[in-house]
């Protein structure tokens, strides 16, 4: 199993991004993907979840309407996008497959760097 993430990002203050995550060596509708990130110095922090299956979504509170996550069935791609960037949004996004209340596989990581 992989989880292999698009490489390293650098946007201005208010564009988007959008970070891809292709599974591989699995069913990839058969589990979630979760979206999680770490900023500089600080822990991780959930953002939310997809199901491949049908694109069901959930988004942690904090994220919502600035954060949309969308899945490709014909690729095994997932992907996350972040709208309206400032730059407390600055970390590492990973991407990670969860399984029965743990994370079992994680992709390499994307850094996105906020800065003017």
């Known amino acids: 199993v992989q989880l292999v993430q698009s490489g390293t990002e650098l946007r201005n203050p208010g564009a988007s991004v959008k970070v891809s995550c292709k599974a591989s060596?699995?069913?990839?509708?058969?589990?979630?993907i979760d979206w999680v990130r770490q900023a500089p110095g600080q822990g991780l922090e959930w953002m939310g979840r997809?199901?491949?299956?049908?694109?069901?979504?959930k988004y942690a509170q904090k994220f919502q309407g600035r954060v949309t996550f969308t899945a490709d069935t014909s690729t095994s791609t997932a992907y996350v996008e972040l709208s309206s960037l400032r730059s407390e949004d600055t970390a590492k996004y990973y991407c990670?497959?969860?399984?029965?209340?743990?994370?079992?596989?994680w992709g390499q990581g994307t850094q996105v760097t906020v800065s003017s």
């Open positions: 990670a497959r969860y399984t029965r209340g743990w994370y079992e596989y």
């Open positions: 060596g699995y069913t990839f509708i058969r589990y979630y």
């Open positions: 997809i199901d491949p299956e049908n694109g069901g979504t």
